[in-house]
């Protein structure tokens, strides 16, 4: 099992980057935010990696965190999401924005992937609604370089969850609100009240 590959980036290509290390170039499947962040040729990259194994081929799957690596595992064991839908999914929307629109059962979000229609979204919703969590929304203190999973077994406080209803009932969607309230530091340990506000602001 090769759990992450470090090297050089010899090779751009339209799904996957090629990575040289010790001499050997290995071909790794990537998201297109990952392809759009190399900056140039030659520069150094590592990527945790996933073995998809099948009767034909052996392909690699890597990505810059063990989060985005532990998303795609998550995906993966969603009824008809294989590795390709999977890696579309991580494409159009980020770690966050996918818990995101997980949550709030917006499956427009999720079909914006390439390959993945209203019912793969809704197969996305309900089998990975149970595996994330709020708190998965917001800085826990842990990093993704110290291995952060976006599977979590903790409730938000109150005051997000109040706040969400109260900005679902003023006419925005709950991914929306959740997406608001996300980018406000500190957001699980205030008030109702004064997130309510706060978010408001981010809506603007």
Do not use: W
């Amino acid at each position: 099992m090769i759990g992450y590959v470090k090297g050089t980036v010899e090779g751009i290509l339209e799904d996957s980057v090629l990575l040289e290390n010790n001499g050997i170039g290995y071909r790794i499947f990537t998201s297109g935010m990952v392809l759009a962040s190399i900056s140039r040729m030659h520069e150094q990259m590592m990527l945790f990696t996933y073995l998809h194994v099948r009767e034909d081929e052996l392909s690699l799957f890597g990505f810059p965190t063990k989060e985005e690596l532990d998303t795609f595992k998550l995906l993966l064991s969603v009824n008809g999401i294989g590795p390709k839908a999977a890696l579309s999914i991580l494409t159009v929307l980020s770690v966050r924005d996918l818990a995101l629109a997980v949550m709030s059962g917006d499956t427009k979000a999720i079909t914006k992937a390439n390959g993945v229609g209203a019912k793969g979204a809704n197969r996305v919703i309900m089998e990975l609604k149970d595996k994330l969590c709020l708190d998965d929304l917001f800085d826990t203190g842990a990093s993704a370089e110290e291995g952060s999973s976006v599977v979590s077994n903790s409730v938000v406080g109150d005051s997000v969850q109040d706040t969400v209803l109260a900005l679902v009932s003023l006419g925005y969607s709950e991914f929306e609100a959740l997406k608001a309230i996300k980018q406000i530091p500190g957001a699980e340990n205030m008030e109702s009240e004064d997130l309510l506000k706060l978010a408001l602001k981010k809506m603007f």
